[in-house]
């Protein structure tokens, strides 16, 4: 099976950085993925990464050490819009993705 | 938006009944998988279907049930509908299979509540 930790809940202002840390257990891994989901929303696409290292997308950035099963999603340059939870999720197989349980992610003004 | 659309949007049902959820996934997707989030938790995998074949199935018992069509649109079907089944059920396609290709379109989801 698999299992995933990520915090419950961050509160930062606008303009700070925030880091959310993932750490997973698995029997298979594909790779390490994050999605964005707003109250009441779709899950949306964020980063994937399957090799170790730094992704960088705008925005949004999302860093995979294998060897430490711990990945993390780092948001700068925080926005108002960017309020909302946050999933890591790894990919064991080839046809699952299991999700951790979401970091709520508070900005304030 | 991502285009894939899942209808309906609320649902209310009581214990016993059956369900049918309903996915159209993005134009040119060929695998649409069906998840189940409970509310505060992430999204759980209930199974995926492949050009109209089930390619994988998560821990849910047999009463959960689907189907793809030519069209790659889908369904979730739900049979003895017990009180726990009440959930979001969110819907994601994507262009093939996850080891190829890993970014999934969601849809917004069917909120059912089981009574």
């Known amino acids: 099976g698999q299992s995933l930790e990520q915090p419950s809940e961050v509160t930062a202002v606008e303009g700070a950085i925030v880091q959310i840390n993932c750490t997973y257990q698995?029997?298979?891994?594909?790779?390490l993925s994050w999605y964005q989901q707003h109250d009441g929303g779709a899950p949306t696409f964020l980063s994937y990464?399957?090799?170790?290292g730094l992704e960088e997308t705008g925005r949004f950035s999302s860093f995979l050490s294998r060897s430490d099963s711990y990945g993390y999603l780092l948001l700068q340059e925080l926005q108002m819009k960017d309020s909302a939870s946050y999933f890591c999720?790894?990919?064991?197989?080839?046809?699952?993705?299991?999700f951790g349980a979401g970091t709520t992610v508070t900005v304030r003004a | 938006e991502t285009g894939v659309t899942q209808s309906p949007t609320h649902l209310i049902k009581t214990r016993g009944q059956q369900v049918t959820l309903r996915c159209s996934s993005q134009?040119?997707?060929?695998?649409v998988s069906w998840y189940q989030q409970a509310l505060g938790q992430g999204p759980q995998f209930i199974f995926q279907?492949?050009?109209?074949?089930?390619?994988g199935r998560g821990n849910f018992p047999p009463r959960f049930s689907g189907l793809q069509f030519p069209n790659y649109s889908s369904e979730l079907n739900v049979n003895a509908l017990e009180l726990d089944d009440s959930a979001l059920y969110l819907c994601?396609?994507?262009?093939?299979?996850?080891?190829?290709?890993?970014?999934?379109?969601f849809g917004s989801g069917t909120q059912l509540s089981v009574l």
């Open positions: 999720a790894v990919r064991p197989n080839d046809y699952k993705l299991s």
């Open positions: 990464n399957a090799l170790d």
């Open positions: 279907y492949y050009r109209e074949e089930e390619n």
């Open positions: 994601a396609s994507s262009r093939d299979r996850a080891g190829t290709n890993e970014k999934l379109f």
């Open positions: 698995t029997s298979g891994f594909y790779g």
């Open positions: 134009s040119g997707h060929n695998t």
